[in-house]
């Protein structure tokens, strides 16, 4: 195995390698791209964020007295398409994925660098696009675009709002093209597909559906700008169109769209979990295998969004019973990291909270989804608060705590620093407690009959929505904290060795933060992921740590800071 | 960490960017990139495709009467000159697969060429669609009782051929900077890989329009 | 994998071969066979574009993963069109006779 970096008192990394305001614009290190996409994604995620604010300001009282009814038509459409097209779907790819898949891989950079930084000029013009929109007035189509209202009746700036999402659209092709190649061609010497880390199995699942799918909601998009700019009427009943077909190509991609949003986040966890257990994950081909099948069933459900479109009832047959398919591997992978916990060493750590917080939350989500894939429950709960409860567990109880899981995880390697864990313990609880509070009396307030869209209700709806708007502002709390400690610790935090955790990855085997070419020598692969036993000096720290523990235990120390043993945040 | 030395950016003009291990990997890194960038482009053309399918099964009398209002002369014959040009572009990538610069640089300008000629003669196929007002819009004529479904029709003849025309302007100028290039003889047996590429893209194009002649030009012509 | 030339001879017979198949496919048309006319049609477009793929785009010289690719893109298009037009076909079943 590679020697581990022993720290040096400064050595060349990839942020000190190069200073100005051009080696970050025009750089091709992947390393330095993640870390321009988290600061653009993390703008677009508080920006989605003030308009999740507004409506849920507005939904405090029964009548809609905060905004007219056609602002907050807007609010939602906004709140939405931020938050799917320029939050959610680039997030762990962008971020996480372009600063660790080299190194998870023994690579020196992605297949294409340039294009990788194009990728990210793209993402940033859809996203000025969007700006625009949202300042010129706004769009109020709902994120979804349904024509005929999108196409012939909204006085919105739905024109610019779809170029914003299809130049978004080819920045997240060009990167899941990068990634398939990546992973497909530059693989360190040993590292065979099924010695790769399952966060690598995930994102090449990922990337698949973004080279599939997003092409199809490009030109579909484009075609309702064709209707809006040309008069050309392909989903226009006047002319024999069928605004059933718009939502047939729409979701074709928007539902695997959702498992961009998530397959990322379950292949952190998966990373999460293996490493704060100090297991190898339980039955890694099979978690392997359920990243693929979710990507591949992921595309045969769609029409599980168009059960009361006025599609036939027979494709909605076949689309429930996919539908059900499609949870099987879902399910494959919570079982599996469930079963890795058992007679595993725990350590809590905030990762690890997120991580928990993710099991436990998306199982939820999932379970309810099974609710909204029977077609005769659709009936009743579709456009209903329990579908915005289901997808918000998945999306924000899943995904978003799989992105902040896996930030904290990596951050001491992208900053060379640990950020404080006392205040990262408290900003998970907060975030956990913020997000049930807001999205569980959703899944009531749908059953109960409340529709989705409506920033008016009736009375007996206040008390179930007020503990819900009491909920966000708790969860606004819990992501504005990571924000402020995360930065404190770029200056302050605890410096970071290169493997604080321990764990097993590559990306653990150079300093913290890396070099700009990533690794000080190509590595040479020998081992199973996750296996420890395959790295002698890991399993000694781990032992030696625990022997000190336990002597200050039994010395009678019971505080953290009285048990003086080597910090964890010392390189090996 | 792999140096690229001197000798390997510039022996026999190979390049070999910084990320690859050998001129293999990346060989085959790009040639993926182009194949899996193809597949965007079968899915980015597909949604008209699907369009077209599920209108065509809906309207098929329209259709068929519609697609009357093409010339089968002209069409076919673009048929014909996107196949040629395919064949010329197959030479230009054997010639700088052999190091033959001028079979190179010729094939690249009679692609260019036949691309023009096909790109021409649409020009024209669209003018003609213009005279006889069979453009969508609100000068859009034609007989009853398929007016509705046949505008229809056209709207995904313009869409579809409109796109693809994009695509063919997209490659006449790739291979314009491609036979630029060429003939300051920067492509060596070693390293063609762009010109593979384009030629990868070209082909790419061909195919596309062989799909859209039968299904454009070919609906009705058994009414006649 | 050492690249593969393909002589010029066989690139000429491939394209003599779509010039064929292109007047064949229109010969074709001008004969009634109703629904068969779509049918072969769309045959002959998918003989002339695997040549085209296999020959000139050197897909039968590549590697098998390429293949797999380009299999990958007809069939994710042959999804969507399958299954939206499961919709469209389905919609008049089970409607009671005028």
């Known amino acids: 195995m590679n020697a581990i970096a022993t720290e040096t008192e400064s050595y ?54 905060l905004v007219s009814s ?64 949202v300042v010129n007035g706004g769009v109020d189509t709902g994120w979804t675009f349904y024509p005929p209202y999108s196409s012939n009746f909204s006085n919105t700036n739905v024109a610019m709002a779809v170029t914003a999402i299809f130049i978004a659209g080819f920045s997240s092709i060009l990167t899941g093209l990068n990634f398939v190649i990546t992973i497909n061609t530059m693989r360190a010497a040993g590292m065979t ?97 359920a990243s693929l099948a979710i990507a591949v069933f992921g595309f045969l459900v769609w029409g599980h969004h ?37 007679k595993s060493s725990v350590s809590l750590h905030t990762p690890m909270l997120y991580a928990f917080g993710f099991i436990g939350l998306f199982t939820i989500g999932g379970l309810t989804g099974l609710f909204v894939a029977a077609l005769g429950i659709d009936i009743h709960l579709t456009d209903t608060y329990f579908v ?81 708007s009491a909920g966000a502002s708790i969860l606004g709390v819990g992501y504005v904290l990571p924000m402020i400690y995360l930065a404190w ?55 030696d740590e625990d022997r000190m523990y336990e002597a200050a235990l039994r010395a009678g120390a019971w505080k953290r800071e009285e048990l003086d043993v080597e910090p964890p945040a010392s390189g090996a | 960490m792999a140096e690229t030395s001197v000798a390997d950016r510039h022996t026999h003009g190979a390049a070999r960017a910084h990320q690859f291990d050998d001129a293999e990997q990346q060989r085959d890194a790009v040639t993926m990139g182009m194949w899996v960038f193809l597949v965007t482009e079968i899915m980015f053309f597909g949604g008209l495709f699907t369009a077209y399918v599920v209108y065509r099964t809906l309207y098929p009398a329209a259709f068929a009467v519609a697609s009357l209002a093409l010339d089968i002369t002209l069409g076919t014959l673009n048929t014909a000159v996107l196949l040629v040009s395919s064949f010329t572009m197959a030479v230009a990538v054997f010639g700088s697969q052999t190091g033959r610069r001028r079979m190179l640089v010729g094939g690249l300008a009679l692609t260019i060429a036949l ?51 994009a695509h063919m302007i997209v490659g006449c100028g790739l291979l314009g900077v491609l036979i630029v290039m060429a003939w300051r003889g920067r492509f060596t047996p070693e390293y063609h890989s762009p010109v593979e590429l384009s030629g990868l893209y070209w082909h790419f194009v061909d195919i596309i329009w062989i799909f859209l002649y039968p299904l454009l030009y070919l609906v009705g012509r058994h009414l006649e | ?68 690719v380009a299999a990958a893109g007809l069939f994710w298009l042959g999804i969507l069109i399958a299954l939206t037009m499961s919709d469209y076909l389905t919609r008049g079943w089970g409607n009671r006779p005028e």
Not at chain 1, 243 to 272: D, K, N
Not at chain 2, 142 to 151: D, H, M
Not at chain 3, 2 to 30: D, G, M, R, W
Request: with cysteine; charged share 10%; glycine share 8%.
């Open chain 2, 115 to 165: 691309g023009i000629v096909f790109l021409a003669i649409k020009v024209y196929e669209y003018y003609q669609k213009y005279v006889e007002h069979h453009i969508p819009g609100p000068s859009f004529a034609f007989p009853a009782p398929y007016t509705q479904p046949a505008k229809m029709y056209f709207t995904l003849y313009f869409a579809m051929t409109g796109l693809h025309a």
């Open chain 1, 12 to 65: 060349e990394d990839y942020l000190n390698n190069d200073y100005g305001w051009k080696s970050w614009l025009f750089t091709t290190d992947h390393k330095r791209i993640g870390l321009l996409y988290l600061v653009s994604i993390t703008l677009f995620f508080f920006l989605g964020g003030l308009f999740a604010l507004i409506i849920r300001l507005d939904l405090m009282t029964p009548p809609g007295d």
């Open chain 1, 193 to 289: 597909w099924f010695r790769l880390p399952l966060f690598i199995w995930s994102l090449y699942a990922t990337s698949l559906i973004q080279v599939l799918g997003t092409p199809v909601v490009a030109i579909t998009l484009a075609l309702v700008a064709g209707e809006r700019l040309l008069h050309l009427g392909v989903f226009d009943p006047a002319y024999g169109g069928d605004p059933i077909l718009f939502q047939h190509l729409f979701w074709f991609y928007s539902h695997p769209a959702v498992y961009i949003m998530i397959l990322p986040a379950m292949g952190v966890v998966s990373e999460l979990v293996a490493s704060f257990t100090r297991k190898e994950i339980y039955g890694y081909r099979f978690v392997a295998a």
């Open chain 1, 489 to 543: 610790s770029m200056r302050y935090g605890e410096k970071a060795g290169a493997n604080p955790w321990p764990a097993t990855g590559l990306e653990w085997h150079t300093p913290s933060p890396p070099p700009p070419e990533n690794f000080l020598e190509p590595p040479v692969v020998t081992w199973d992921a996750y296996d420890m036993s395959a790295q002698p000096e890991l399993v000694a720290r781990l032992n």
């Open chain 1, 70 to 133: 056609e602002t907050y038509n807007k609010m939602f459409s906004m709140h939405g398409i931020i938050m799917v097209f320029f939050f959610l779907i680039p997030s762990i790819p962008t971020v996480l994925g372009n600063f660790f898949l080299p190194m998870m891989i023994g690579a020196r950079d992605v297949a294409f660098p340039r294009l990788n930084l194009l990728s990210w000029y793209l993402f940033n013009l859809g996203g000025l696009c969007m700006l625009y929109a």
């Open chain 1, 388 to 468: 915005i409860a289901h997808f918000h567990y998945i999306m924000v109880g899943g995904a978003v705590m799989g992105y902040l899981g896996g930030i904290h995880y990596w951050w001491p390697k992208i900053s060379g620093r640990m950020y404080p864990e006392i205040w990262g313990k408290l900003a998970a609880l907060i975030v956990f407690v913020g997000f049930n509070l807001t999205f569980f009396p959703q899944f009531i307030l749908g059953y109960l009959g409340m529709p989705r869209r409506y920033h008016a209700y009736p009375d007996e709806f206040q008390v179930l929505n007020v503990m819900s």
């Open chain 3, 1 to 68: 994998m050492p690249e593969h030339i393909v002589p010029i001879k066989t690139y000429t017979i491939v394209l003599i071969a779509l010039l064929v198949l292109t007047a064949t496919t229109c010969a074709v048309s001008f004969i009634d066979m109703g629904k068969m006319n779509a049918v072969v049609a769309v045959a002959i477009a998918f003989a002339k574009a695997s040549l085209v793929a296999l020959i000139f785009m050197h897909l039968r010289y590549s590697r098998r993963l390429m293949r797999v």
């Open chain 1, 306 to 342: 168009m059960f009361t479109s006025g599609q036939s009832i027979y494709a909605g047959m076949i689309f429930s019973l996919l539908s059900y398919a499609v949870a099987i591997p879902s399910a494959v992978k919570v079982f599996n990291w469930t079963a890795t916990l058992y």
